[in-house]
């Protein structure tokens, strides 16, 4: 039972739109998430993360959204980018020191 | 820094021949952990170390999967017999510590074929 998902296996955005990548999670105990990128070929780098105790954090044209009620996140790229295209990994701590990934969710973005 | 490596990149084997993946993570990160991506799972935690400590295995799919970290500096993920079903591309991944905000640094991968 999948504990972090990402329902959208992949997605399209036009170059300069918003792209908007979702996640739900079932764990209540999770306390923390992030957010990795992962192009081809190459392993998985982190992108931006958020506590628990935010509701958003941002970092240039990356901004996480939680909402804990829902136990959602999402993810906001404005504006997207042709570079900005590859897999998308939602990710959660349990515990103290154990991230539960999602299964990805693949951009493009067109240019 | 060199960051994590692992070898090999590529591996192709037959059914029931023994695999073995290797690892170096980055030097004064306490904590390892090996996860496996398909397509059907997504990536999958497997099994992860602190101060070459095995800490939580439950990941293992099966008595096949041995994990080891003999120093730490290296650890291998073994599997034997192999299987089809254990194509899949292993990560290898290191973190400094067990802080919240301590993100994982993963290598390249390493896309393994049973045929």
Known sequence: ?111 | DAGVIQSPRHEVTEMGQEVTLRCKPISGHDYLFWYRQTMMRGLELLIYFNNNVPIDDSGMPEDRFSAKMPNASFSTLKIQPSEPRDSAVYFCASSPGPLANEKLFFGSGTQLSVL
């Open chain 1, 1 to 111: 039972d999948q504990q972090v998902k990402q329902n959208s296996p992949s997605l399209s955005v036009q170059e300069g739109r918003i792209s908007i990548l979702n996640c739900d999670y079932t764990n209540s105990m999770f306390d923390y998430f992030l957010w990795y990128k992962k192009y081809p070929a190459e392993g998985p780098t982190f992108l931006i993360s958020i506590s628990s105790i935010k509701d958003k954090n941002e970092d240039g044209r990356f901004t996480v959204f939680l909402n804990k009620s829902a136990k959602h996140l999402s993810l906001h790229i404005v504006p997207s980018q042709p570079g900005d295209s590859a897999v998308y990994f939602c990710a959660a701590k349990f515990s103290y020191d154990k991230v539960i990934f999602g299964p990805g969710t693949s951009l493009s973005v067109i240019p």
